[in-house]
């Protein structure tokens, strides 16, 4: 059986490497991105079950990724979890995007975030561990 595969994207590399392992830990396959332009490369080769992604970004924000997602047929269906730092506005924009399931204030939790994304796409409770 494969694993859903996580696209996780932001461009501190520590955050992508915690969340990683967290994901990894949980029994999903992960695979990280340090922009959005990098992300949405690797959603057209890979199709990833459900993206994490920071907001803000150099060279496409989060939410440019999921609108370009969104215009492609194959990717717009793919869930996408919003990730902003406390007291940035989301701008209204976000809430017109399908694919944009739930949006987390940073600071967040590794666990946290791993049970977001099993509540969306769910997940095996067997391969469950301490995130």
């Known amino acids: 059986m494969t694993k859903p595969l996580i696209l996780l994207v932001d461009d501190e590399a520590h ?7 967290a994901v990894q830990s949980a029994g999903f396959e992960a695979m990280t991105a340090e922009d959005g332009e990098e992300a949405y490369e690797l959603a057209c080769e890979r199709r990833p079950t459900l993206i994490v992604t920071d907001l803000q970004m150099p060279y496409m924000s989060g939410i440019d990724l999921a609108k370009r997602m969104n215009e492609h047929h194959e ?4 869930p996408v979890i919003l990730l ?15 694919n944009i399931r739930m949006i987390i204030e940073k600071p967040f939790s590794a666990k946290s975030v791993v049970g ?14 301490a995130a």
Do not use: P, W
């Open 15 to 21: 955050i992508t490497h915690v969340m990683s392992r």
């Open 75 to 78: 990717l717009g269906n793919i």
């Open 84 to 98: 902003s730092a406390r007291g940035y506005v989301v701008s209204e924009e976000a809430g017109d995007l399908k």
């Open 116 to 129: 977001h994304i099993r509540d969306l796409i769910g997940g095996d409770e067997s391969g469950r561990t």
